[in-house]
């Protein structure tokens, strides 16, 4: 007998109020659980989505509002050099959690050798492109 277990909640459907910084009619903005750099946050849809295409104007206009208002934290709080500002938008994008999210993640001068190429770097073998390698 083969069982089949129901999908675990959404974590981003299930949020406690306390992990949400600021929201709006159509989002919610909260600070990542596994930071990559200081100020890393997360602007995510109340709706449940998986992709960015998904959402409708109205939710896309509420994502870039929160994500305007994310940065302006960051900056006030941690002064960051640079941001990378992504979005994994399926599992071959590395999509992990099947709820639409964009990150900010402040970037800090040397907190990479060489930063050039940014979201480039997803595929390392095609990120250099300046070198000719």
Not at 4 to 17: E, G, N, W
Not at 59 to 85: M, T
């Amino acid at each position: 007998m083969t069982l089949i277990s129901a999908p675990s909640p959404c974590p981003f459907c299930t949020l406690p109020a306390s992990r949400i910084v600021e929201e709006n009619a159509h989002a919610v903005l909260i600070l990542d659980g596994y930071p990559v750099s200081p100020g890393h946050s997360l602007v995510i849809p109340k709706r449940h989505v998986r992709s960015f295409f998904e959402v409708t104007a109205p939710e896309r206009e509420a994502l870039f509002a929160l994500l305007d208002r994310a940065k302006e934290l960051v900056a006030e709080q941690h002064r960051p050099d640079g941001y990378n500002i992504g979005i994994n938008d399926g599992a071959a994008a590395g999509q992990t959690v099947p709820h639409l999210h964009i990150h900010l993640i402040p970037r800090y001068d040397g907190d990479q050798l060489d930063p050039r190429g940014g979201v480039r770097w997803v595929i390392p073998e095609k990120a250099d492109y300046w070198t000719g390698r």
